[in-house]
């Protein structure tokens, strides 16, 4: 069973920012959490992952509190080609995916 | 750069037919492996991983096996294959410590008749 809570789906309008939550509340210390995406009939595209500081790359950032339990994806300016299922995923070497949240960007 | 190939794209085979995907890693050398497998509709399940050549470990028992003939070869197998055996199958590579991010290839969609 995947580690991870997620709403079932989100909505955000174009150019806005996309947070999207996650809850891991019994996140093992050397587990990572990672999010990946999946846009319809595609392989899940990796964004980011951490330990236990924030990150940011050029597609996301990732905010990871203090205790670990929860995260959220930011998604700085989304456009329409967010549109996807995105996957909040805990672990260290394999990777259990959940059900994810269906992000909708509308114009 | 490291890539990912998985073919063939798309599949139609009967049932009772015998099945073998090939998934094959360049740029990198003992890559950890995957398959998945993404019923419709449903999320991904972890299917075989395997950490080395011939070490394959099996997190849901099934119709299906997986072997690694090479460092860079990860192949999925079945003698018989299944309605149920339908959907959409990928492949992933890591890198082989724990805490680094999988690429997946672009799967083989797979439809059982």
């Known amino acids: 069973d995947a580690k991870t809570t997620q709403p079932t789906s989100m909505d955000c309008a174009e150019g806005r920012a996309a947070n999207l939550p996650c809850n891991h509340s019994t996140i093992s210390g050397n587990e990572y959490v990672y999010w990946y995406r999946q846009i319809h009939s595609q392989g899940p595209q990796y964004i980011i992952h951490g330990l236990k500081n924030n990150e940011t790359n050029e597609m996301a950032s990732l905010i990871i509190t203090e205790d670990r339990k929860s995260s959220t994806l930011i998604l700085p300016h989304a456009t329409l080609r967010d549109t996807a299922v995105y996957y909040c995923?805990?672990?260290?070497?394999?990777?259990?995916f959940g059900k994810g949240t269906m992000l909708l960007v509308s114009p | 750069s490291q890539t990912i190939h998985q073919w063939p794209a798309t599949l139609v085979q009967p049932v009772g037919s015998p099945l073998s995907l090939e998934c094959t890693v360049e740029?990198?050398?003992?890559?950890?492996l995957y398959w998945y497998r993404q019923a419709a509709g449903r999320g991904l399940q972890l299917l075989f991983y395997?950490?080395?050549?011939?070490?394959i470990s099996s997190e849901v028992p099934q119709n299906l096996s997986a072997s690694r003939p090479q460092d860079r070869q990860f192949i999925l197998s079945s003698k018989k294959l299944l309605l149920s055996d339908s959907g959409f199958y990928l492949c992933?590579?890591?890198?082989?410590?724990?805490?680094?991010?999988?690429?997946f290839g672009q799967g083989t969609r797979l439809t059982v008749v």
């Open positions: 395997s950490v080395g050549i011939g070490q």
């Open positions: 995923i805990v672990g260290y070497s394999t990777l259990t």
């Open positions: 992933a590579w890591s890198g082989d410590r724990g805490g680094t991010e999988a690429f």
């Open positions: 740029g990198t050398s003992n890559p950890n």
